[in-house]
């Protein structure tokens, strides 16, 4: 009876720990606005996991974040990025001082951007995370130095701007966490 009790307990304890662990890992890693964001991604080709990992490393899901570069919104868009996206697109959405807080205008055109990232570097999403932080010109100089390989695939790499390699690593950690945290996503 003693032993049974002792099962028990170790069984209800390890149980408690598991989902204790889910939920403080699911609390680092939470899923918000998912419907904007699967949306806006597949409407642009970009993997939905891509979109969370870049907005959970740029604003923590924050829709009112604003950076000291006067970035903003989920996925940190500068209302330059944002009119360069427009022009290319032919847009005609009006982009003023407060609309890259909503959720819907600033998913899409950080989608969007994403995208054209990926298919500036010929669908290397680490190229692309370094350009979405450290700006395309930069990159550009980067590999025309050798200092980033263009077919580069690993975030094992010393940029010359430490946020951007801390940027890359935690973009890339944080994406394979949300492939495994929600598989069934897409």
Same mark, same amino acid.
């Given at each position: ?34 419907? $904007? ?5 597949? %409407?642009?080709?970009? +993997? ?6 870049? #907005? *959970?490393?740029? !604003? ?15 996925? $940190? ?5 944002? %009119?360069?996206?427009? +022009? ?6 009006? #982009? *003023?001082?407060? !609309? ?87």
């Amino acid at each position: 009876m003693r032993k049974d009790i002792i099962k028990l307990l170790i069984a209800v304890g390890v149980i408690g720990i598991i989902l204790g662990a889910i939920v403080v890992v699911k609390t680092f890693y939470p899923l918000r606005y998912t419907e $904007q964001v699967v949306s806006y991604a597949k %409407k642009h080709h970009i +993997d939905p996991y891509l979109a969370l990992a870049v #907005i *959970n490393t740029e !604003s923590r899901f924050n829709k009112n974040a604003t950076s000291s570069q006067e970035a903003k919104g989920l996925m $940190q868009i500068t209302d330059s990025t944002a %009119k360069e996206v427009n +022009d290319k697109t032919n847009s005609t959405e009006e #982009i *003023n001082e407060d !609309s890259l807080y909503n959720v819907d205008v600033n998913v899409e055109i950080g989608c969007n951007y994403l995208q054209s990232l990926i298919l500036k570097y010929n669908g290397n999403y680490y190229l692309a995370i370094i350009a979405y932080n450290a700006g395309m010109g930069n990159l550009d100089n980067w590999i025309d130095q050798g200092i980033v390989n263009d077919n580069l695939d690993t975030t094992d790499i010393s940029l010359p701007f430490s946020e951007t390699t801390n940027y890359l690593k935690k973009v890339v950690h944080n994406y394979k966490t949300y492939k495994v945290l929600y598989p069934n996503l897409k």
